[in-house]
T-cell receptor
Framework: DGGITQSPKYLFRKEGQNVTLSCEQNLNHDAMYWYRQDPGQGLRLIYYSQIVNDFQKGDIAEGYSVSREKKESFPLTVTSAQKNPTAFYLC?????????????FGSGTRLTVV | GENVEQHPSTLSVQEGDSAVIKCTYSDSASNYFPWYKQELGKRPQLIIDIRSNVGEKKDQRIAVTLNKTAKHFSLHITETQPEDSAVYFCAASTGSNYKLTFGKGTLLTVNP
């Protein structure tokens, strides 16, 4: 599915629960990213990773955690500290070249708090 | 950090008309400016991009212009069709950190 796969497509979380969103890519891309999308807010960067075992906070990292143990995988955990987690979450990847051409996006996970 | 402003937030046109979406950016070091199209419930897809060494780029009915002095860039869609209806996002990057900052998006509706 375009080389980058997100699962599940829909996820429901109860108050106080941690949930993990999966993102896997087979594009051999170095960098991976997590964005959150809310209506009228555009795409806001949560975390990104440019190399295995290293990641950086984005603009809205509070209440989220990530890991990058393998080049292909960049899971996002939404913790109970995230007070308003209902949103559409997009994972992306890119290859770092001088002629960089932006991101390839996954198909997204819609998270709803119930 | 970089800040990208996008206008308008919604745009409604008649089929066959042109549509223009404008973005401004704050970091003069930004040198890569892609545009993404996102249909309802789908992933964003790159439709066109421009680098700072170019003032204009065209691809069939789509064009992007860049004014580095004023720090703004625009998406132009000519002869719009109903299938052009979607949310369009502009973005900017300095390239050195391989990270995009996005505008808030424009919902384009093309009425038959």
């Amino acid at each position: 599915d375009g080389g980058i796969t997100q699962s599940p497509k829909y996820l429901f979380r109860k108050e106080g629960q941690n949930v993990t969103l999966s993102c896997e890519q087979n594009l051999n891309h170095d960098a991976m990213y997590w964005y959150r999308q809310d209506p009228g807010q555009g795409l806001r960067l949560i975390y990104y990773s440019q190399i295995v075992n290293d990641f950086q906070k984005g603009d809205i990292a509070e209440g989220y955690s990530v890991s990058r143990e393998k080049k292909e995988s960049f899971p996002l955990t939404v913790t109970s500290a995230q007070k308003n987690p209902t949103a559409f979450y997009l994972c992306a990847s890119s290859i770092e070249l001088a002629s960089w051409e932006g991101y390839t996006f996954g198909s997204g996970t819609r998270l709803t708090v119930v | 950090g970089e800040n990208v402003e996008q206008h308008p937030s919604t745009l409604s046109v008649q089929e066959g008309d042109s549509a223009v979406i404008k973005c401004t950016y704050s970091d003069s070091a930004s040198n890569y400016f892609p545009w993404y199209k996102q249909e309802l419930g789908k992933r964003p897809q790159l439709i066109i991009d421009i680098r700072s060494n170019v003032g204009e780029k065209k691809d069939q009915r789509i064009a992007v212009t860049l004014n580095k002095t004023a720090k703004h860039f625009s998406l132009h869609i000519t002869e719009t069709q109903p299938e052009d209806s979607a949310v369009y996002f502009c973005a900017a990057s300095t390239g050195s950190n391989y990270k995009l900052t996005f505008g808030k998006g424009t919902l384009l509706t093309v009425n038959p």
